[in-house]
């Protein structure tokens, strides 16, 4: 089923993803099925029945001719982008084998536009195939409907006359004995519940859209639909805003980036942004804000039921049954969307729980499973990381469990040492970018936390070693700002952001900002810690180091003779501290001869 965009135009179409409680299938193997054994309908079961059916329900089925160009599609979009790709390997797949049955399925996520391509690939074929049948297949009770509805189509006549199971039967009949037509079945949920009519429809050509993305090997060829491409999502969301004359498209590219390019959610934005008069720019300042009502806001006379947050809550009552599937979904959401190790999830659960969760959100396209790494769309993480208090899937508690746990999982997954331990910089490039992501979207949300300054200045010291000191100095600029914020200014771990960043600003030449903030640390320590505190003596050997690099030597000697005197006191002579600082001073003495 396709739903208008209402408001905006009335030809594009967003696709179905309608949900319903599974149940067994109705449908039962045709007896005497074929050209050769095909016999007309029992009148005595009929009459058994209800009233005796009309003359045309005793016509063998195979000489039931199709009406000229019958089809119940829907009405296609005419603002539908791109996709050549995928209209290619649909003609390659639905134009090969005449005479047998041919099956192809398009899966993909919710919202990526499957509905919308299967409509406008058979309107493109029209003259190709009669009948032309969409049937809305989302559980067993309406595939049933959709084929008596075929049989009523194919012999008006019969409306009334016949039971609904008749009625389903004769079309399977129908379809068992004729060839060149097109049957559509829309969002699928099970391949089982189709396999009994796939296997009485032996000829013909049947299109299925379905988020699932296992299973079809036995039945279908599948096709996997993913995202438009950045040029198509802007042409989509630019026809829409401008329909009706020229607008304000300030910030359409990086809405569109925002939106993950996925089609359902540019219409969704594009028809907003036609009702109310805002810009994209615009839009994106309230997605900050007011995210949750946005992902499930439709437009002015659509389906409600038709927006990012309501389609994915259908799969997720799909998978209901099992909460460690949403629970893993909602964790792995603070990540960065691409290449996340499954080793983030160790010690969640037994492995094979787990890795049943992963293997039920992968057969629901809300994730792809890679080799040892998870891939999501960035606007599923999205809408999982964002409270709702009425969605039973987005709970503000249960959110927030999960980036706690998120947390956990990040931080026994990264190795202690980031500077001096080479065997865990491999580990250490494979997460950071979930760091980076794990600290953006909390902050994003407004949570501030230690763990969180802890991760930024173990980040940014793994990146000052690996030579990206501007890198690194972004990283304890936030640690610094986050820790006198939730510690206090004077706390050990605040003086060691201070003293951390202006290591990167020395790194970077910025020498000037250096010795101001290790001047600064010097003297917070000497006040906070004492004189005599090693990482006082590590501030004045940090110090003395930063005017050597200026050419004040006499400074840099006299700050270095200090702290060699008082290290050797206080630490003793062989203390690694020690060593370090005469090694330093040596340098100096050196520099300046």
Aim: hydrophobic share 45%; charged share 20%.
């Amino acid at each position: 089923m396709l739903s208008e965009v209402l408001g905006v135009s009335p030809d594009l179409l967003i696709e179905s993803e309608a949900s319903s409680a599974p149940r067994t299938s109705s449908l039962k193997p045709a007896a005497n099925v074929g050209a050769s054994g095909d016999h007309a309908i029992n009148v005595q079961r009929l009459a058994d029945r209800g009233p005796v059916a009309p003359a045309e329900a005793l016509l063998p089925i195979a000489e039931v001719p199709a009406p000229a160009a019958l089809s119940n599609l829907p009405l296609h979009p005419r603002l539908y982008v791109g996709r050549d790709e995928a209209h290619a390997q649909l003609d390659a797949a639905l134009h090969t084998s005449p005479g047998t049955v041919v099956v192809t399925a398009v899966h993909g996520m919710g919202g990526v536009g499957k509905s919308s391509l299967a409509a406008h690939w058979a309107a493109a074929h029209i003259a190709d195939y009669s009948p032309i049948w969409w049937i809305t297949a989302d559980n067993p009770a309406a595939i049933d409907a959709g084929l008596a509805g075929l049989a009523v189509a194919l012999q008006p006549t019969l409306s009334g006359a016949l039971p609904e199971e008749a009625l389903r039967e004769r079309a399977v009949r129908w379809l068992a004995t004729h060839d060149q037509w097109l049957l559509i079945l829309d969002d699928v949920t099970d391949p089982a519940q189709i396999a009994p009519l796939l296997a009485q429809a032996t000829t013909g050509q049947v299109l299925i859209t379905s988020r699932r993305a296992t299973g079809w090997h036995t039945i279908a060829a599948p096709i996997r639909l993913d995202a438009l491409d950045a040029a198509e999502a802007l042409e989509m969301l630019t026809r829409i805003v401008t329909h009706q004359g020229p607008r304000d498209l300030d910030g359409a590219s990086e809405l569109c980036a925002e939106l993950g390019y996925l089609p359902l959610a540019i219409a969704q934005a594009s028809a907003y942004l036609a009702e109310t008069g805002v810009s994209p720019r615009e839009y994106l300042r309230l997605l900050a804000d007011y995210r949750a009502t946005l992902y499930q806001q439709a437009p002015v006379g659509d389906d409600a039921a038709h927006t990012i947050a309501r389609i994915w809550n259908a799969t997720l009552d799909r998978l209901a049954d099992d909460p460690l599937t949403g629970q893993v979904l909602r964790i792995l959401a603070w990540y960065a969307p691409d290449s996340i190790p499954r080793s983030l999830l160790d010690g969640l659960t037994e492995p094979p729980a787990l890795l049943r969760a992963i293997g039920r959100l992968a057969a629901y396209s809300m994730l792809t499973v890679g080799e040892n790494t998870l891939t999501f769309h960035p606007l599923v993480q999205a809408v999982a990381r964002t409270p709702d208090p009425s969605d039973p899937h987005r709970q503000p508690q249960t959110i927030e469990v999960a980036r706690v746990r998120a947390t956990t999982q990040l931080l026994d997954a990264l190795p202690q040492d980031p500077v001096s331990q080479p065997a865990g910089w491999s580990v250490w490039r494979a997460l950071l970018p979930h760091v980076d992501a794990l600290v953006r979207h909390t902050e994003a949300s407004g949570i501030h936390t230690a763990d969180i300054t802890f991760l930024l200045n173990q980040a940014g010291l793994f990146l000052l070693g690996q030579g990206s000191a501007i890198q690194a100095a972004a990283h304890f600029e936030q640690a610094l700002g986050d820790s006198e914020r939730i510690l206090g200014p004077d706390h050990p771990h605040a003086l060691h952001s201070r003293n951390n960043l202006a290591h990167a600003y020395q790194e970077t030449g910025d020498l000037s900002r250096a010795i101001a903030l290790f001047e600064g640390v010097l003297a917070d320590r000497e006040r906070v810690l004492g004189p005599d505190h090693p990482d006082t003596l590590a501030s004045r050997n940090n110090l003395a180091h930063a005017y050597q690099e200026t050419g004040d030597l006499s400074r840099a000697i006299a700050l270095s003779e200090q702290a060699l005197g008082d290290s050797e006191r206080i630490l003793g002579p062989d203390h690694p501290l020690t060593c370090k600082i005469r090694d330093n001073l040596a340098a100096v003495y050196e520099q300046s001869n």
